[in-house]
């Protein structure tokens, strides 16, 4: 096939190209510090957005060269296709279908009316990003309503060893360890994820009870207003990294 006799729809596979390339560039130049991350997640959501509408258009070719039986349509708007749903099924997967509609809030915490105090983290955090002040009772209840599972974690272990055993499940999830003080209980640490170079920060609050201790945890964004079900997701897995599950 010469360059002339290609059919038109391969340049829906090039602008595909195109615009994936525009949202792989956003996390790129977002990680290297040449875009804050505002601009940076905005470029990928239009690439990825744009990139779905082309794909929709050309499922739509796809449809009209049956009925024209333009057979030669076909196999680039497959591909242009697959190129723009492929991101958004994988978007969806990744984050959970059920965290896009939890509420805007990016704090949580297994102690909503006493929540465990950053103190390393706040030496780490710029005056533009997120607060690490607890927003207080209206956040909490939409915690509540979004995290029913969210909860303290009570142990029988005396508060040196479930110190310890928080120690290591913070070292085996792969956290930065921040600064860790026995005498108060406190660890902190900060997770970072994969795509974008997120920072998120953790406290890890152990306390004495009459039957063990009490682990309570909270995570919060360095940024964004919606962390879509991050924080909570990251607790749980911290306290089943602590019981060994």
Known sequence: MTEASKPWTRWLLVLQALLLLLAALGPLSHNLDLLPF?????????????????????????????????AHWRTYAVWAAVAG????????TAVGPKNFSVPPIHDISTDTANPPEFVAARRERSAEQNSLEHAGEKLAELQRQAYPEVAPMLSDLPVDRAFARSLAAVEQLGWQLLAQDPASGRIEATDETALFGFKDDIVIRVAPTAEGSRIDTRSVSRVGQSDLGANAARILRFQRAFKGE
């Open 85 to 92: 749903l492929a991101p958004v099924l994988i978007v969806i």
């Open 38 to 70: 505002r601009p940076a997640f905005l470029a990928m959501l239009l690439g990825i957005g744009l990139a779905f509408v082309v794909a929709v258009v050309a499922l739509l070719v796809l449809l009209w060269s049956w009925i024209k039986r333009a």
